[in-house]
């Protein structure tokens, strides 16, 4: 039996988490700046970083405490040190680090799309590979063919913009403010989502979410410009399923293509409610089984790092004290 420390400070959540055996979680603290960075209409590196420092040991410390796990019980000790705000994964790393050498427990770095991935593994305990997976989030956007726990190919990927940046920016065009996802998928659930055509560029299995995301940008400004009234709920609704349809057409192409019975999503994407939808439609239509996580752990959180770096911890994966925080670092380079 092993019980694995995740903490998560890729962003603006400063999360820890207790796991038993890479499944079962016994833990899942998050403290969630969400609050704080409204007021300034998206995330402040240098301010999430101070925030980090502040609450780390409070969410380590109220993990352990959740999961009734001493610290000197844990088996290792799993941290994201990769990709991510360089400052806020600092601060994790740093952390992470010396609470490893001070209970003397190995410590396991561990990529932030490869935790994204693991959620799946937590919802669902009798997963396993191979399937696609698509990982779409406010930085990432990944078409990935799980091979084994930490063999993965990438597929696709976004040439530009991530599809919840574009989110974020369609959001923030229409005055929903920060943050844009949860936001918009709300007003699209009163809007036509025919109502306009905007593009939904891709080339195999990658795509493009720069050009939707101008394309919505040039649509609201050119009816302002001249005086023209738009119905904000249409261009949400519209905007979100071309971005869902290019997401799930690509995932479910990829899957056919390589022999693959079982798609997932993950990411803070993940939790939109027509992409959830329309890739468990599309997947029953083509005779895929589909799996999806919780909410909870689609958005950031440190119960998927835990789960990922017990199969790192059982591949031998270790981090040494020099273990830096790198925040371009793509997961093709490191698994």
Known sequence: MSYILGIETSCDETA?????????????????????????????????SR???????????????????TAQELDAVAVTYNPGLVGALLVGVSVAKAYAYAIDKPLVPVNHIQGHIAANYIAYPN??????????????????HIKDYRSFDVLGATTDDAAGEAFDKAARVLGLGYPGGPKLNKLAESGNP????????HKGY??????????????VHTAQQKGEKINSADVAASFQQAVCDVLV?????????????????????????LLRSQMESEATANGLEFYCPPINLCTDNAAMISCAGYFNYLAGIRGELDLNAVPQLSIGDVL
């Open 194 to 201: 025919q109502a306009i055509k905007f593009p939904r560029p």
């Open 127 to 144: 997963l396993e590979p191979p399937f696609v997976s698509l990982v779409a989030s406010g930085g990432h956007s990944h078409i990935l």
């Open 51 to 69: 925030k980090h420092i502040d609450k780390i040991i409070y969410v380590i410390d109220s993990a352990l405490k959740e999961a009734a796990i």
């Open 16 to 48: 820890a988490s207790v796991t038993e055996n890479g499944r079962t979680v016994l833990s899942n603290v998050v403290y969630s700046q969400i609050p704080l960075h409204t007021l300034y209409g998206g995330v402040v590196p240098e301010i999430a």
């Open 249 to 273: 057409n690509n995932t479910v192409s990829a899957a056919k293509k390589h022999g693959v019975d079982k798609i997932a999503i993950a990411g803070g994407v993940a939790a939109n409610s």
């Open 206 to 219: 990658d795509f493009s979410f720069s050009g939707l995301k101008t394309a919505v940008i040039n649509y």
